[in-house]
């Protein structure tokens, strides 16, 4: 559904005036999304779904905010979400009250529509049965693909308010996962999947993703026990990514306000890591499909450097953390009932790439995924204990690791990084190469 920018910040002011609010601002995105997915070859689900949703936030005239949420983006929609919130700020909060972010009016340079034509359905079928049967033959181990699916969606997002920010951005991303199991005589059932993202169905990697599930699924059929103890680590791009993620607090500064982060104020500065590590949080790097131009409070979004040779140098922030640590706004804030921070998209880089090769490795644990994050994780502490998937690597030849957990320090992993792979690989959250650590604590199953 095509949003007209203008017509609603036409009618957003005429009914702020008519209801004599001065000031508001409205974040609001709309979602048209079709997917499927097959088994044995044939549709089990066909999906086609249309959502909007927009926040709105009145200040009354003591500086106190009210927010409320609707579906509803015509004028009357919006005229009832205006008289709601205005009603609400009666009740708003009178500490750390949230303004408006001071570059919500800034120019955004940049392509901010950037939109494709949708696949037919039957195309995004006929092509998903296809790689089902392709996995399905590619060994007899392989008996299902109980999991995949092909989606196509087109995406706008809008931020407006009373002192005259504008923002709109559209873009169309299609994605594609496949997931296949195997059964032996004898053998514990292994898996294998891969994902894979684009601007639209043509540019779409299937093959890649086919390759990838078909070659993971196979390098697991040969598994053994390992013995549990200290081994020198070697993190997929995707399972350090995971890890990142998990202790994203450390760059957080709502967190850090709220005492919900393993870093205080006075952290910027400081060792956080090996001095050939290097993050940045950079929503327009190239390998980025889902970038985003601004947030919720219609901040552009940026390059953000967080760890520089091994030091913690910036935090994220919504306009309100940045007012309260005497920073500026990063372009991380998502609007709700309460504003709050989160990343975007991380870039893991070294000023110093190293040249370890698991091809000389005499005995490394190479970790391709970590699962179970929202139980293994302590992220007020820094502790984790996570199941994995992975391979025990003696000069090249890998065998698959039947069933172990990986646990460490946050702190001690990201001090004890002794190489970053100079060849990077790019993956939907992020862009990172693989990151080899001196050792962690393995437990066998």
Not at 76 to 89: C, H, I
Not at 218 to 234: E, F, R, T, W
Request: hydrophobic share 35%; net charge negative; proline share 5%.
């Amino acid at each position: 559904m095509a949003i007209s920018i203008e017509q609603l910040a036409t009618d957003a002011r005429d009914l702020a005036t008519n209801l004599g609010i001065k000031q508001f601002d409205l974040y609001g995105s709309s979602v048209d999304e079709t997917s499927v997915k097959v088994r044995d070859g044939e549709p089990e689900q066909v999906k086609a779904s249309q959502r909007s949703g927009v926040t709105v936030r009145v200040w009354n005239q003591d500086g106190r905010v009210g927010i409320t949420s609707t579906t509803d983006i015509d004028r009357a929609g919006l005229e009832l979400a205006l008289r709601t919130a205005s009603e609400a700020s009666a009740f708003g909060a009178t500490d750390n009250v949230p303004d408006f972010s001071p570059e919500a009016t800034q120019p955004i340079d940049g392509n901010t529509s950037d939109m494709a034509p949708p696949a037919p359905i039957n195309t995004l079928i006929t092509a998903l049965a296809d790689a089902e049967k392709r996995l399905l033959d590619a060994h007899p181990a392989i008996t299902s693909v109980p999991y995949n699916g092909l989606s196509q969606s087109d995406t706008e997002r809008f931020y407006l308010n009373s002192e005259g920010a504008l923002r709109h951005e559209a873009r169309s991303i299609s994605s594609m996962y496949l997931y296949a199991k195997t059964e032996q005589e004898g053998r514990k059932p292994r898996s294998g999947g891969a994902f894979r993202m684009a601007r639209s169905f043509d540019h779409l990697d299937l093959e890649g993703c086919l390759q990838e599930t078909t070659e993971k699924t196979l390098s697991h059929l040969n598994y053994d026990k390992i013995q549990s103890g200290k081994y020198p680590i070697v993190f997929s791009p995707e399972a350090f990514l995971s890890l990142l993620g998990a202790f994203s607090n450390l760059f957080n500064a709502q967190s850090i306000l709220d005492k919900q982060s393993l870093s205080t104020p006075d952290s910027l500065g400081q060792t956080l890591a090996a001095s050939i590590l290097s993050l940045a949080d950079d929503e327009h790097h190239p390998g980025n499909i889902g970038a985003s131009w601004f947030d919720g409070e219609g901040t552009p979004t940026r390059r953000i450097p967080l760890i520089t040779d091994g030091q913690l140098t910036n935090f994220l922030h919504s306009a309100g953390t940045a007012k309260r640590l005497g920073a500026q706004p990063t372009g991380h804030a998502n609007m709700g009932a309460k504003v709050t921070v989160s990343p975007g998209y991380w870039h893991v880089f070294s000023n110093q790439p190293g040249d370890l090769r698991l091809a000389d490795a005499e005995q490394v644990i190479l970790v391709d995924d970590v699962t179970a994050l929202h139980a293994g994780v302590n992220a007020l502490e820094g502790s984790f204990s996570l199941p994995f998937d992975g391979w025990l690597v003696k000069r090249g030849d890998r065998v698959s690791i039947e069933s172990a957990t990986i646990a460490g320090d946050i702190h001690d992993l990201l001090k004890s990084i002794v190489c970053v792979e100079p060849e990077a690989e790019v993956l939907p959250g992020g862009t990172c190469p693989r990151i080899w650590v001196a050792e962690l604590s393995i437990t066998g199953d």
